[in-house]
């Protein structure tokens, strides 16, 4: 399997640590994997035999200096056009506009690629179209680590509850926001909430798609779309944010009770209710159980009933697995 990964940050380096790390992944399970591509804002690495990522890592870490398979302005279009693959692995960063990340996966499902992606903006902006093409084409596009990162979020409903009809979703699906309300039930006001939220790397400094609650309406869009059949866009999620919290936190404790940032899918006669606020939980329901910056998701299943996953998140290793997973399924044709 020959791979491209476009977006080396985070998740991105993490994945390629995870690959040298573990000689079982995707080495073992997958004989013949290599990653023929590896492009940043500035340009891409390219070699067709196959990079080595402790190496790739080693001349990132030094602004690619000396790198000679480094071809600076070979945009990740290109790459994708021109270099020959069967998986493009997308991880820009998520934006409104979808780019680049919109392009980058148009581009490889046109060229009969199969698609992994952290990615939410894209699928935000065109859930619809994206997986149209992919099933037009007769490729994958699997994007398991856009909500939750590493919680089973759409593997779990697509390999366990297929034959049931899902009723409602609620979830806690931003670790920043958890981790923020939970500096201020230990006493700390709002911004030095935050402050111990960035010192503690659960915060950039830019958090306003955190605290305002659209990161967390863009999970609402996806979960909408991929899991409700709807054509839901970012406008039709009602959001409040965590910026006004303080005193219902405060009022929270005094009533033995928990605020926390929740995603709502709910069912209204035909139409779905999507939300995203803070709420007060009460101590005895599970997603009072979600500390720091852990998500969880509750699913209302018409007769499984009641379905609650809840994971430890630490930070972009746990995203990175969850994309290398979606990579070992498309090679495995499994749904989970
Ligand atoms: N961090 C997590 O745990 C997590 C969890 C779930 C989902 N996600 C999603 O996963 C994606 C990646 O997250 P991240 O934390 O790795 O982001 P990040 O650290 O900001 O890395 C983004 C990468 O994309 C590259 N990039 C930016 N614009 C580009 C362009 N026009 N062309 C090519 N490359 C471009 C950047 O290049 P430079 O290196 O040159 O700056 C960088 O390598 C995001 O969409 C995020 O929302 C992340």
């Known amino acids: 399997m020959r791979i491209q990964l476009v977006g080396l940050g985070h998740v991105g380096q993490s994945m390629l640590q995870l690959i040298s790390e573990k000689t079982s992944l995707p080495n073992s399970l997958i004989p013949d994997a290599r990653i023929v591509s590896i492009s940043d804002s500035k340009g891409t690495a390219v070699d067709e035999d196959g990079l080595s990522p402790l190496e790739v890592l080693r001349y990132k870490g030094l602004g690619w200096k000396g790198f000679k398979k ?48 952290a990615n939410k903006g894209p699928l935000v902006v065109d859930y619809e179209g994206l997986t149209r093409t992919a099933r037009k084409v007769g490729v994958r596009l699997c994007y398991e680590a856009t909500v939750g990162a590493h919680v089973p979020v759409f593997c779990l409903v697509e390999s366990c509850f297929k034959a049931d009809e899902l009723e409602s979703i609620r979830g806690i699906l931003n670790a920043t926001t958890n981790f923020v309300i939970g500096q201020m ?26 605290i305002d609650g659209l990161d967390s309406a863009r999970k609402v869009v996806i979960l909408a779309n991929a899991l409700f059949g709807s054509n839901a866009r970012l406008d039709d999620v009602k959001v409040e944010g965590i910026r006004n919290v303080e005193a219902q936190v405060d009022a929270a404790r005094r009533e033995n009770m ?12 035909s139409q779905l209710e999507l939300t995203v606020s803070p709420k007060m939980i009460p101590l005895d329901d599970p997603l009072a159980t979600v500390n720091e910056g852990d998500m969880a998701i509750e699913y209302t299943f018409k007769t499984s009933k009641r379905i609650f996953v809840s994971a430890q998140f630490l930070g972009p290793r746990q995203t990175a697995y969850a994309v290398l997973n979606d990579i070992l399924r498309i090679e495995t044709r499994s749904a989970c």
């Not at 928990?258 to 006669?269: A, E, M, S």
């Open 258 to 269: 928990r605020v926390k940032l929740v995603c709502q899918i709910t069912r209204n006669g």
């Open 185 to 210: 039930e230990e006493g700390r006001g709002f911004q030095k909430s935050i402050e111990a939220a960035v010192r503690a790397g659960w915060a950039e400094r830019n958090y306003s798609d955190d």
């Open 70 to 117: 480094y071809i600076k302005g070979y945009t990740p279009l290109n790459a994708i056009r021109r270099v020959e693959s069967d998986v493009m692995v997308e991880l820009t960063p998520s934006t409104l506009s979808g780019e680049p990340g919109l392009s980058n996966i148009k581009a490889a499902l046109r060229a009969r690629k199969n698609v992994v992606t």
